[in-house]
T-cell receptor, first 114, second 114 residues
Framework: AQSVTQPDIHITVSEGASLELRCNYS??????LFWYVQSPGQGLQLLLK??????LVQGIKGFEAEFKRSQSSFNLRKPSVHWSDAAEYFC????????????FGQGTELSVKP | DAGVIQSPRHEVTEMGQEVTLRCKPI?????LFWYRQTMMRGLELLIY????????DSGMPEDRFSAKMPNASFSTLKIQPSEPRDSAVYFC????????????FGPGTRLTVT
């Protein structure tokens, strides 16, 4: 069965520092992968997605993610974090044999120090 | 487009009362998902519909929970009777199946059962 693991429950970075959030997936074929962000009290917003092609995908708010098949990873990065990036981040993979439902990771909460 | 609309945004009720949460998906989307989010269990898929038909309700906690989608523009999630452990944020999401599987989330309903 498909699964997604986000090893880091909580990460704290200083404003202006670079960020990398880890995501590992378990899936036999080429996965469809997503990163969502959830600000406090809000719903989930799509940051970026990977289906095929270029393994480095660009998203909104200056985020990017790189798909690495050999490592079964889809890590999210940002070169310089802003205080407004403090939120919870979810990685997800599509489950094709379950009607396209998303399998979400546990989420990583990002705190940003001034 | 107004996005996914959920009502009410907040609901406070007493144990034993019936609660009905409502969702209007994005026009043209044919898949609808209900999620529950708690600190302890994270984001859980409760049920999803495709073309108004329930496809997978394996995430529904128990018989107290029921969901309907009478037409393409409206869905309800009902809890009867409600219990304090049902307190959570309930999200509705919609997508266009067969395309990129991107799910668009509503703002959520924060339910508190006292």
């Amino acid at each position: 069965a498909q699964s997604v693991t986000q090893p880091d429950i909580h990460i704290t970075v200083s404003e202006g520092a670079s960020l990398e959030l880890r995501c590992n997936y378990s899936y036999g074929a080429t996965p469809y992968l997503f990163w969502y962000v959830q600000s406090p009290g809000q719903g989930l917003q799509l940051l970026l997605k990977y289906f095929s092609g270029d393994t480095l995908v660009q998203g909104i708010k200056g985020f990017e993610a790189e798909f690495k098949r050999s490592q079964s990873s889809f890590n999210l990065r940002k070169p310089s974090v802003h205080w407004s990036d403090a939120a919870e981040y979810f990685c997800a993979v599509v489950s094709y044999n379950q009607g396209g439902k998303l399998i979400f990771g546990q989420g990583t909460e990002l705190s940003v120090k001034p | 487009d107004a996005g996914v609309i959920q009502s009410p945004r907040h609901e406070v009720t007493e144990m034993g009362q019936e609660v009905t949460l409502r969702c209007k998906p994005i026009s043209g989307h044919n898949s609808l998902f209900w999620y529950r989010q708690t600190m302890m269990r994270g984001l859980e898929l409760l049920i999803y519909f495709n073309n108004n038909v329930p496809i997978d309700d394996s995430g529904m906690p128990e018989d107290r929970f029921s969901a309907k989608m009478p037409n393409a523009s409206f869905s309800t999630l009902k809890i009867q009777p409600s219990e304090p452990r049902d307190s959570a944020v309930y999200f509705c999401a919609s997508s266009t199946s067969g395309r990129d599987f991107e799910q668009y989330f509503g703002p959520g309903t924060r339910l508190t059962v006292t």
